[in-house]
């Protein structure tokens, strides 16, 4: 639930800046600027959230959903982290174009912490519900 949240705030945070300047230049661009691959990034950070949520819930007695619905939804959490985390590692390695004027920003590696985060959270929960 964590992660998916810290990835929904990365989504927003500066991933790229421009690499034309000197150290404090003020040219960022957050993910949802920079590249449609932070909006697909940031739905798969909202149904890691609401899952967790849930599986949090049912884990502290506030909700009680089934042994099937909650093995499905640690499904869901490992399947969205999963590719959450193949889409910041491609644009990690591949930044929008025009590639040689971008330098890559916090925000970038924030995301990438925070889906690997949510990808070991999901094979956890994979494991407690199987």
Do not use: K
């Amino acid at each position: 639930m964590l992660s998916g949240l810290a990835l929904i705030f990365a989504v927003f945070a500066p991933w790229y800046r421009a690499d034309l300047g000197g150290v404090f230049t003020p040219d960022a661009a957050s993910g949802w600027d920079a590249t449609f691959i932070a909006r697909i990034v940031l739905v798969l950070a909202i149904a890691i959230t609401l899952s967790g949520v849930a599986l949090t819930a049912d884990q502290r007695g506030a909700a009680q959903i089934g042994l099937d619905t909650a093995d499905r939804l640690a499904w869901i959490v490992l399947g969205a982290a999963a590719l959450a985390v193949v889409l910041v590692l491609y644009r990690l390695a591949l930044p929008p174009e025009p590639r040689e004027f971008f330098a890559r920003d916090w925000g970038l590696l924030l995301a990438l912490v925070a889906s690997l985060g949510a990808a070991l959270s999901g094979a956890t929960m994979r494991f407690i519900y199987s």
